[in-house]
């Protein structure tokens, strides 16, 4: 089981919003199909070679669709789900795939309270600790997690807010945390 930081992962509220994110993903060179099975002959489906992303309305108490699509998404697929969040299936959805990554719930260009409420706690954590002066192997040790996944977990948060730098990950968690309300 694999987790790719790139793949996407996407949970919105209706069809239009599917649609909106399903063109934007067709145009980066993501290969779109309907259903969240995988095909049959791949074991990994995220290879640059083979960008594959599923895409389907999961029904408020469809659990079976929640497990296909989480399944998907843990060998490398991307997702994108129409679901209520607030369902039992949706709220399983989002929770199973907030542990593979960042989930993105809205098609709109996210803003800073939107990016941190789309980080895992891992992220929240590593950054708090880099805000407060601590390396990443250090931080890693302190979340008991491996320098491999705490990398991994910054990474993410990188790509998140737009950045290329772990320095301006960290600047720009702390701004966009600071204009959240409390």
Avoid: K
């Avoid at 649609?19 to 290969?31: C, F, I, P, S, Y």
């Avoid at 040790?141 to 993410?156: D, G, K, Q, V, Y």
């Amino acid at each position: 089981m694999t987790t790719q930081p790139d793949a996407p992962r996407h949970v919105v509220a209706t069809s239009g919003e599917a649609d909106t994110v399903l063109r934007r993903l067709a145009r980066e060179g993501w290969q779109v199909r309907s259903g969240f099975a995988l095909p049959g002959a791949s074991w990994e489906v995220g290879s640059s070679t083979q960008q594959l992303v599923l895409h389907g309305r999961i029904a408020d108490d469809d659990l079976e669709s929640v497990r296909l699509a989480v399944l998907a998404a843990a060998h490398g697929a991307g997702v994108v789900a129409v679901v209520d969040a607030g369902s039992a299936a949706g709220r399983a959805l989002v929770d199973d795939l907030t542990r593979l990554g960042p989930v993105n719930r809205d098609t709109a260009v996210t803003d800073g309270a939107d990016v941190i409420a789309n980080l895992i706690p891992e992220q929240r954590a590593l950054l708090d600790r880099l805000a407060s002066g601590d390396t990443i192997a250090a931080a890693a040790a302190a979340e008991f997690l491996s320098l491999r996944t705490a990398n991994r977990r910054i990474a993410e948060a990188r790509q998140l807010f737009g950045v290329r730098t772990t320095r301006e990950a960290v600047l720009a968690y702390l701004r966009q945390r600071q204009r959240q309300p409390e």
